[in-house]
């Protein structure tokens, strides 16, 4: 144990040292609290003590506590801004436009948490009697000789303020930004900052920098973040290295809501699988329940979980119920709720799966009514909830249940679908076939591509919807600024920055789209995209134009959403012109979950049987609930029904045009600059929605026109 360093001075017959220790740990974790104790027992103050006596371990705020995304008060404002997170970290290279940097970006969960629980740390401090407080998160672990190096930066603040008040905050444990943190050095073994500094993982905080802290709320964006932007009206001091590092082999619950806007404006390059890997454990989960008492949103629920989930329908597929029957492992799904067909077997399903688990839907007020009763006949000794989607502790009490963690984002509330009819799926168009299957995302909302019978399952349409209206482009006349937009972003599979400047109308053959050469710090190429402004929920989307026959390069017509990332492609390569890519990424939930896993989606191949680039063709994309079809010149090429392999995506999306150059070889071939420009000339777009599916944000003043749009096929 650490005893030789006293990190304390003595001022006016006064030892001034830490008089009182603050751990913030999470009542969830409490094996990062054991770790952290062990760490504060090696340590000893100027009196003999260990620090552990000091310590007051304090309850952190959980995310997961939060029923709903957690308002502006006088403590947290959630919104920040990328210009916000520039002042702290510059990125040197990249060009975003002032609409990108006053765009507003919502702090996630997670980050509001941490900034709640500081805040609470300094009001305590500020109404307590301790001069100088230690406030650590608990992943930190101490440096061999953190007594030594602290009591070295202590006297030397000391000796270089004289008579003055002190610090208010001393940093002990941070992260540099990546080109470093502009300062002045205090001494040889400390500095002082004026912005730069991540982590606020370890500090020592003075009574009066907290009250100046208090005074100064509320915190805009992540408290390490935020805390940067006050500096200038701190006194703050750092040790020259960090002295109390985070744990490397502590896996971090936060989620960064800066992400995004880092990947448009190209600061952000790599992209790897984002892929779900926690699979539920508790298999498999059969729900039952009376009309309208929620089994839809139960159904989302347990897919946000990740649960293959199939609900709503009166019939399953015929080799899928078998396969039930049987109490085979090679079933498609490992849930399934509402599926009217199953209802008269429960009997049979107990004894097939005697670990399986039932829910039975009620609200509170029913949950002992003759109905409910009714369907819970037949359960016996099996494991079975009465379950109320409508409780505000719905999360907690479902994953207690099921023994899972559950998602830092609001609980589902869906309107009940209902057991709705199936019929037998069609095979695809001949169309479809001739290559090999490209590889899927893995992830529990994609079904194997190696399961030969699976067709997915088709839902028996409604009857006919009166025809919505047209929203039509017509590239020979120009931008329509109030329906679409020319993008100034990236994303990081994009070798390209784009720019308005590379989409021309011509006024003749329609707009040129193209891909230059060009140095633009992030990126060595320019080239085009456009977006609309609306947001489109089902119907008709079509586009004719001429694609690019350069190899790397990706001429792309398709919808697009993030939070949770849906998306609808079609895609043409450079490097095979006569082959259409379409593809679907799905992830569950609602506005604003953040599911956006995936980065393969779920594609295939089609032959067109003509060159692409060589002439106009009209490509569309018809997008209901129940199925997805795309054709070609008035020709269904490709058809997707439910789980075929993913859900429909149900979120309102934007349509984009673009043609960009691709980092993948796989995807389009390696890119050839000599053969720049790279010119797509783009005829018409056109959308027709069902109203009341067509949305219009009507303020775009608020809202950027998306996040990163991410297409194609990675390796």
């Known amino acids: 144990m650490q005893t030789s360093n006293a990190f304390g001075i003595r001022r006016d017959a006064k030892v001034q040292t830490i008089e009182k220790i603050y751990v913030i740990n999470l009542d969830r974790e409490p094996d990062r609290w054991s770790r952290v104790k062990q760490e504060l027992k090696r340590i000893r103050d100027p009196f003999g003590n260990d620090l552990l006596r000091l310590t007051e371990r304090y309850a952190a705020v959980d995310a997961r506590a939060f029923v709903q995304e957690p308002p502006k008060d006088a403590d947290v404002d959630p919104y920040y801004t990328l210009a916000d997170q520039l002042f702290v970290e510059p990125q040197p290279q990249t060009l975003p436009t002032r609409f990108e940097l006053d765009a507003p970006i919502r702090m996630s969960r997670a980050e509001v948490a941490v900034a709640r629980s500081h805040i609470e740390v300094w009001r305590r401090i500020a109404q307590g009697a301790q001069e100088h407080v230690l406030v650590l998160e608990d992943d930190v672990w101490f440096h061999p000789r953190f007594a030594h190096h602290l009591d070295q930066v202590w006297k030397d603040v000391a000796t270089a303020e004289g008579n003055h008040e002190g610090f208010d905050l001393l940093y002990i444990s941070y992260a540099e930004a990546t080109h470093g943190a502009p300062k002045a050095f205090v001494s040889t073994h400390a500095f002082k900052p004026v912005r730069g500094l991540w982590h606020l993982s370890g500090y020592i905080i003075s009574r009066r920098g907290a009250e100046k802290l208090l005074r100064l709320l509320p915190c805009r964006g992540p408290v390490d973040l935020w805390i940067n932007q006050q500096f200038s009206v701190l006194n703050v001091i750092a040790t020259k290295r960090s002295i109390a590092p985070q744990r490397r082999d502590a896996f971090s619950a936060n989620s960064y809501s800066i992400l995004p806007a880092l990947s448009t404006i190209g600061a952000i390059n790599s992209e790897g699988a984002a892929l779900f890997h926690a699979r539920p454990s508790q298999r498999p989960v059969f729900a039952f329940g009376v009309a309208n008492s929620g089994l839809t949103s139960l159904a989302m629920a347990l897919s946000m979980l990740g649960y293959r989930c199939c609900s709503d329908l009166e019939d399953l597929p015929f080799e899928e119920l078998k396969l039930l029957r049987e109490g085979s492992v090679d079933r498609v799904f490992d849930a399934y709720v509402n599926v009217g067909c199953l209802e008269p077997i429960i009997g049979e399903i107990r004894c097939s799966y005697p670990q399986a688990k039932f829910i039975v839907t009620a609200s509170s007020s029913h949950a002992a009514s003759q109905a409910v009763r009714s369907i819970s006949t037949g359960f016996e000794v099996?494991?079975?909830?009465?379950?109320?989607?409508?409780?505000?502790?719905?999360?907690?009490?479902?994953?207690?249940?099921?023994?899972?963690?559950?998602?830092?984002?609001?609980?589902?509330?869906?309107?009940?679908?209902?057991?709705?009819?199936?019929?037998?799926?069609?095979?695809?168009?001949?169309?479809?076939?001739?290559?090999?299957?490209?590889?899927?995302?893995?992830?529990?909302?994609?079904?194997?591509?190696?399961?030969?019978?699976?067709?997915?399952?088709?839902?028996?349409?409604?009857?006919?919807?009166?025809?919505?209206?047209?929203?039509?482009?017509?590239?020979?006349?120009?931008?329509?600024?109030?329906?679409?937009?020319?993008?100034?972003?990236?994303?990081?599979?994009?070798?390209?920055?784009?720019?308005?400047?590379?989409?021309?109308?011509?006024?003749?053959?329609?707009?040129?789209?193209?891909?230059?050469?060009?140095?633009?710090?992030?990126?060595?190429?320019?080239?085009?995209?456009?977006?609309?402004?609306?947001?489109?929920?089902?119907?008709?989307?079509?586009?004719?134009?001429?694609?690019?026959?350069?190899?790397?390069?990706?001429?792309?017509?398709?919808?697009?959403?993030?939070?949770?990332?849906?998306?609808?492609?079609?895609?043409?390569?450079?490097?095979?012109?006569?082959?259409?890519?379409?593809?679907?990424?799905?992830?569950?939930?609602?506005?604003?979950?953040?599911?956006?896993?995936?980065?393969?989606?779920?594609?295939?191949?089609?032959?067109?049987?003509?060159?692409?680039?060589?002439?106009?063709?009209?490509?569309?994309?018809?997008?209901?609930?129940?199925?997805?079809?795309?054709?070609?010149?008035?020709?269904?090429?490709?058809?997707?029904?439910?789980?075929?392999?993913?859900?429909?995506?149900?979120?309102?999306?934007?349509?984009?045009?673009?043609?960009?150059?691709?980092?993948?070889?796989?995807?389009?071939?390696?890119?050839?600059?000599?053969?720049?420009?790279?010119?797509?000339?783009?005829?018409?777009?056109?959308?027709?929605?069902?109203?009341?599916?067509?949305?219009?944000?009507?303020?775009?003043?608020?809202?950027?026109?998306?996040?990163?749009?991410?297409?194609?096929?990675?390796?």
């Open 382 to 715: 099996a494991d079975v909830i009465v379950f109320d989607p409508e409780n505000v502790n719905a999360w907690r009490i479902l994953c207690e249940y099921l023994r899972c963690a559950p998602p830092a984002c609001s609980f589902p509330k869906l309107d009940d679908l209902g057991q709705r009819h199936t019929v037998e799926a069609c095979p695809q168009p001949v169309s479809a076939k001739g290559r090999p299957m490209p590889e899927r995302d893995r992830s529990p909302w994609v079904v194997e591509s190696g399961r030969s019978r699976w067709l997915g399952i088709r839902v028996e349409p409604p009857a006919p919807e009166s025809d919505g209206h047209w929203i039509e482009v017509d590239c020979s006349a120009g931008l329509d600024p109030l329906r679409w937009t020319a993008r100034t972003d990236t994303f990081t599979s994009n070798l390209a920055l784009f720019r308005p400047l590379n989409v021309e109308f011509d006024g003749v053959g329609g707009a040129m789209i193209q891909i230059r050469r060009e140095m633009l710090g992030v990126r060595q190429y320019s080239a085009g995209a456009l977006t609309s402004h609306a947001d489109h929920l089902f119907g008709r989307f079509e586009s004719t134009f001429r694609a690019s026959s350069v190899p790397g390069v990706v001429t792309g017509f398709f919808l697009h959403r993030n939070s949770p990332h849906q998306e609808i492609d079609i895609e043409i390569a450079g490097n095979m012109p006569d082959r259409l890519i379409v593809n679907v990424f799905y992830n569950p939930g609602g506005e604003g979950a953040p599911f956006d896993y995936g980065y393969r989606g779920a594609p295939s191949h089609i032959e067109l049987g003509f060159d692409a680039s060589k002439g106009l063709h009209r490509y569309a994309i018809e997008w209901t609930p129940w199925e997805i079809r795309w054709w070609v010149d008035d020709r269904l090429v490709h058809r997707r029904v439910l789980w075929d392999p993913t859900p429909i995506p149900h979120l309102p999306m934007k349509l984009h045009f673009n043609t960009w150059p691709s980092r993948s070889t796989q995807l389009a071939g390696r890119l050839n600059p000599r053969r720049l420009p790279s010119i797509v000339q783009v005829q018409s777009i056109r959308a027709m929605a069902h109203a009341p599916s067509l949305l219009w944000q009507e303020d775009r003043l608020l809202t950027a026109p998306d996040r990163p749009v991410v297409t194609g096929v990675a390796p």
